[in-house]
């Protein structure tokens, strides 16, 4: 069963940081891209980051670029994002979401939220000012 599990959430004041890690089971793991994805009350759901599986591709949205990393390690099967310089509209719902297929390739995907929909429960991040 393919499981993704997400930690590190919490309440954080503006310009403060956090790091999201997400454990992640039932398949191979080093095989797939990855990605977070965040949903807030009354906003599009948007793919924030996404890594390719060898690691040496990443993808940011243009609102979090310079401020999120986006890191994984193949051999502990894990998915990290670091936060910074966080803002209010960075308060959301953050989720670790898997790719559907192995070997996808993330530059190419032109919708990714269509690539990225196998997710797990999520992690809160809240901002305040």
Known sequence: EVQLVESGGGLVQ???SLRLSCEASGFNFPNYAMAWVRQ???KEVEVVASIHHTVDKTRYA???KGRFTIVRDNAKNTLYL???S???E???RYHCAKD???YGVIGDYRNPLQNFAFRGPG???TVSS
Do not use: K
């Open 14 to 16: 503006s310009g403060e």
């Open 40 to 42: 807030a009350p009354g």
């Open 62 to 64: 243009d609102d979090v």
């Open 82 to 84: 670091h936060l910074a």
């Open 86 to 88: 966080l803002n209010v």
């Open 90 to 92: 960075d308060t959301a």
């Open 100 to 102: 559907r297929s192995a």
């Open 123 to 125: 992690t809160q991040v």
